[in-house]
């Protein structure tokens, strides 16, 4: 069973809303990836954080990883139509896990 | 090919046939991974590749399962007596350097078994 978690589960928001996600593992991770995955589609990367209480930025998007490496955030400022998707975190512990995912539903 | 290619992107098998997904990493990708991925549910690691060494086989869920990667490019993943449990997309990832770096994923296989 997967051993990293995320929630919520689902999320729907209005368009100019703000969403986050987070992701809890129940180990160290020695790094933590991000993945968004489209409907019908496959997942695509985002961003590596390899640093405790590391904070990256791409453009509306934020990560953050905790300061035990045991959890990470990921925030969109201004929801957009097109952020549409199940975002993923994946860490790595012994082995890779994907979270569980957090389905985002933008309502225009 | 600029990406991951797998092939076929749908398979229906009837219960207890035996079925073979293939996946074409990017040219030189050194690390090559398989999931397996249920409805509604994140990527579960199945198996992976380093060049042509199978590393972790410890995601596969029965000996039904078998992967391999002779030449260190493209991969198979057969699933002998396929189950009704089998019924999944398999996604297939590949990243340039080892171990557990960025990886590209395939659109994956989508098995259905009748």
């Known amino acids: 069973g997967q051993q990293v978690m995320q929630i919520p589960q689902y999320q729907h928001v209005q368009e100019g809303e703000d969403f986050t996600t987070y992701c809890n593992s129940s180990?160290?991770?020695?790094?933590i990836q991000w993945y968004k995955q489209r409907p019908g589609g496959h997942p695509v990367f985002l961003i590596q954080?390899?640093?405790?209480?590391e904070v990256k930025k791409q453009k509306r998007l934020t990560f953050q990883f905790g300061e035990a490496k045991k959890n990470s955030s990921l925030h969109i400022t201004a929801t957009q139509t097109t952020d549409v998707g199940t975002y993923f975190c994946a860490g790595q512990s012994n082995q890779f896990y994907f979270g569980t995912g957090t389905s985002l539903t933008v309502i225009p | 090919g600029a990406g991951v290619s797998q092939s076929p992107r749908y398979k229906v098998a009837k219960r207890g046939q035996d079925v073979a997904l293939r996946c074409d990493p990017i040219s030189g990708h050194v690390s090559l991974f398989w999931y397996q991925q249920a409805l509604g549910q994140g990527p579960e690691f199945l198996t992976y590749f380093q060049n042509e060494a199978q590393l972790d086989k410890s995601g596969l869920p029965s000996d039904r399962f078998f992967a391999e990667r002779p030449e260190g490019s493209v991969s198979t993943l057969k699933i002998q007596r396929t189950q009704q449990e089998d019924s999944a997309v398999y996604l297939c990832?590949?990243?340039?350097?080892?171990?557990?770096?960025?990886?590209?994923f395939g659109a994956g296989t989508r098995l259905s078994v009748l």
């Open positions: 990832a590949s990243s340039f350097s080892q171990g557990w770096n960025i990886q590209y």
């Open positions: 954080l390899v640093k405790s209480g």
């Open positions: 180990t160290t991770l020695s790094n």
